[in-house]
């Protein structure tokens, strides 16, 4: 039999060599599909902190219905679509490649003040428990993954090192203010997470 015809060893050798080419050539792009999206998260950061922190400062009498909707309802029209888009794109950053595993230095710039971002957004929203079962959602997902040899991404390692450091100020916060008896009168609940403009209005602005 021709070595070049149909189920011959040259065939056979031929379709493994254009299969384990056309292999490298996806696992090259693979690892090209998800670099670590910097001008997103940077401008995702920034805007996250100059509205969600200008706007209790420029909040004055006359916007008391604007404050309500933002306190009562917005917890329900704005916090759970905004941790569940969040859940949604973490769902995505997984891959095979060992290239794809590490954040670039910029990014760990950026860890930092997205934390602080997301600590603000916890305490004074009022939102533990909502984060909380975010962050062990995504815990879950990253051990479940990691079963299937799937591990995070560039972006995906941002999103959680975030929830990661998030989790940590809420939780040196809380140990920080556990014992005062002001803020403890003013939350009495089980879950103590007291809000950062609470702490302020009653232990820095008093004394001025």
């Not at 040259?10 to 999206?37: I, N």
């Not at 997103?40 to 200008?54: A, E, I, K, R």
């Not at 400062?57 to 916090?79: P, Q, R, V």
């Not at 450091?165 to 879950?191: E, H, M, Q, S």
């Amino acid at each position: 039999q021709h070595p070049g015809a149909a189920g011959g060893p040259g065939a056979q050798l031929g379709a493994s060599f254009l299969q384990a080419r056309h292999g490298s050539v996806s696992a090259d792009e693979a690892a090209r599909t998800a670099p670590f999206h910097l001008d997103l998260w940077f401008y995702f950061t920034l805007q996250n902190w100059v509205l969600d922190f200008g706007r209790p400062i420029a909040m004055i009498d006359s916007f008391e219905l604007l404050y309500y909707y933002d306190e009562y309802l917005g917890h329900c029209m704005w916090y759970i679509p905004f941790f569940l888009i969040l859940f949604m794109y973490f769902s995505g950053c997984f891959t095979a490649c060992k290239a794809e595993r590490w954040m670039p230095g910029p990014a760990l710039l950026l860890v930092a003040p997205s934390g602080l971002y997301y600590w603000y957004l916890v305490t004074e929203g009022q939102i533990f428990i909502l984060f909380i079962f975010t962050f062990f959602a995504m815990l879950a997902l990253v051990l479940h993954q990691k079963r299937k040899r799937l591990f995070l991404d560039s972006n995906g390692l941002f999103l959680f090192s975030s929830f990661t450091l998030t989790l940590l100020l809420v939780a040196l916060w809380v140990a920080w203010l556990w014992n005062d008896p002001v803020l403890r009168k003013k939350y009495p609940g089980v879950i103590y997470v007291p809000e950062p403009w609470a702490f302020y209005t009653l232990h820095v602005s008093s004394r001025h």
